[in-house]
Nanobody, 125 residues
Framework: QVQLVEAGGGSVEVGASLRLSCAAS????????LGWFRQGPGNEREGVAT???????RYADSVKGRFTISKDNGKTTLYLQMDSLKPEDTAMYYC???????????????????WGQGTQVTVSS
């Protein structure tokens, strides 16, 4: 089983940037997709960004143009670069892997079968 550990969260002001990282216990398998999700107070967990095995990406409309998902060359770390942060970006952010999924990058939570514990991001105005 792949274990995922997020880091890089924190408290920042509006307009700031943060880079989240997700360290995997082994090289990410070539199958499946990887993603970042978030869950704000009182909200359901929602997909933010996803990256496929051939580096195709997909983003939620709310973060397009501000967030960038990427993987390192060694393929053991997943990143989420977050720029121009807004108060509505405040949430717990989770890294996830959908290793049994064979389609294009997806933000569908139900397809993901491995999850990290999350890292908190708080954006204040």
């Amino acid at each position: 089983q792949v274990q995922l550990v997020e880091a890089g969260g924190g408290s920042v002001e509006v307009g700031a940037s943060l880079r989240l990282s997700c360290a995997a216990s082994e090289v990410f398998p070539t199958r499946g997709v990887l993603g970042w999700f978030r869950q704000g107070p009182g909200n359901e967990r929602e997909g933010v960004a996803t990256i496929g095995r051939v580096y195709g990406t997909r983003y939620a409309d709310s973060v397009k143009g501000r967030f960038t998902i990427s993987k390192d060359n060694g393929k053991t770390t997943l990143y989420l670069q977050m720029d121009s942060l807004k108060p509505e970006d405040t949430a717990m952010y989770y890294c996830a892997a959908a290793l049994d999924y064979e389609g294009p990058p997806t933000l569908a939570r139900g397809e993901y079968n491995y999850w990290g514990q999350g890292t908190q991001v708080t954006v204040s105005s």
